[in-house]
């Protein structure tokens, strides 16, 4: 199985502060790997697929990039409800995998 | 619009089954497959498996081969997933999720709301 590792594991921030989460393949997944949003007790949210495409009514604040091994997502100027959990996911081969979560915190 | 809808919460005693339904509306099933992903507390989503909705083909993860069926009913636009055998560490919320297909692979665009599947003797 493909191991996603994310980093950090939690991070503090503020409103208008521009972050980035980095996720880390345990081997190549070419492009092929997703970021989801999700806040408490809700279901995740998809945000980016194909590690740079903006899904569909996601604002333009949030962005995505990388390819083989290395994608990192970026919120360039936080809004408070940007405050949550965020995974990556690689769907290069099954099992596809979640990282193990950045908590974003203010 | 697109919508996925979980059944209601479950609780079982260790070594029983439970099957949790889908029920989607707002596109056409058969033109997409749905995903099962659970996620137990304070941990990150696990992919269980995926269904097609057209041919009702199936790819189950490793780690739930033979405790774990997905089938779908064409008629009502709904998927399901059984899960039998099941241990405490089971307890999860179980979410099912729309796979869309573009740009050479897979995501999950819309879910359900999920469904806490309890496992306690």
């Known amino acids: 199985d493909i191991q996603m590792t994310q980093s950090p594991s939690s991070l503090s921030a503020s409103v208008g502060d521009r972050i980035t989460i980095t996720c880390r393949a345990s081997q190549s997944v070419r492009t092929y790997l997703n970021w989801y949003q999700q806040k408490p007790r809700k279901a995740p949210q998809l945000l980016i697929y194909a590690a740079s495409n903006l899904q569909s009514g996601v604002p333009s604040r949030f962005s995505g990039s990388g390819s083989g091994t290395d994608f990192t997502l970026t919120i360039s100027s936080l809004q408070p409800e940007d405050f949550a959990t965020y995974y990556c996911q690689q769907s290069s081969s099954t099992p596809y995998t979640f990282g193990q979560g950045t908590k974003l915190e203010i | 619009q697109v919508q996925l809808v979980n059944s209601g919460p479950e609780v079982r005693k260790p070594g029983a089954s439970v099957k949790v339904s889908c029920k989607t509306s707002g596109y056409t099933f058969t033109r997409y497959g749905i995903t099962w992903v659970r996620q137990a507390p304070g941990q990150g989503p696990e992919w269980m498996g995926w269904i097609s909705g057209y041919n009702a083909n199936t790819k189950y993860a490793e780690k739930f081969q033979g405790r774990v069926s997905m089938t779908t009913d064409t008629s009502t636009s709904t998927a399901y997933m059984e899960l039998t055998s099941l241990r405490s560490d089971d307890t999860a919320i179980y979410y099912c999720?729309?796979?869309?297909?573009?740009?050479?692979?897979?995501?999950?665009?819309?879910w359900g709301q999920g469904t806490l599947v309890t496992v306690s003797s």
């Open positions: 999720a729309r796979d869309y297909y573009t740009s050479g692979t897979y995501h999950f665009d819309y």
